[in-house]
Nanobody, 121 residues
Framework: QVQLVESGGGLVQPGGSLRLSCAAS????????MGWYRHAPGKERELVAVISSDSSTRYADSVKGRFTVSRDSGKNTVYLQMNSLKPEDTALYYC???????????????WGQGTQVTVSS
């Protein structure tokens, strides 16, 4: 009923930039929070950045000042601009959204399939 499709991952050198996008589609009535998580090998999955429907944002301490999360509510899309990338940012990045679908009163948590970001020289 709902799909989250990420794009924009890839290989980048340290200090470089990437922009991730995640578009939600399907029987969507409303979207509350949208955000990004990442999972690196041997580590726990961690929150990277989230943005609420009122555009308030929250970031992991490790990415503050380097990453910027934004959204286009008209397109049901969330973005993650990543600058000054470091090798430790290497991970599989997942889009996440809190969505209410048409004809259903509950808010449900949806995840994308993930996009790989590799920072290496």
């Amino acid at each position: 009923q709902v799909q989250l499709v990420e794009s924009g991952g890839g290989l980048v050198q340290p200090g470089g930039s990437l922009r991730l996008s995640c578009a939600a589609s399907g029987s969507i009535f409303s979207i509350n929070r949208m955000g990004w998580y990442r999972h690196a090998p041997g580590k726990e999955r961690e929150l990277v950045a989230v943005i609420s429907s009122d555009s308030s944002t929250r970031y992991a301490d490790s990415v503050k000042g380097r990453f910027t999360v934004s959204r286009d509510s008209g397109k049901n899309t969330v973005y993650l601009q990543m600058n000054s990338l470091k090798p430790e940012d290497t991970a599989l990045y997942y889009c996440n959204a809190d969505i209410r679908i048409i004809h259903y009163s509950a808010w449900l948590d949806y995840w994308g399939q993930g996009t790989q970001v590799t920072v290496s020289s």
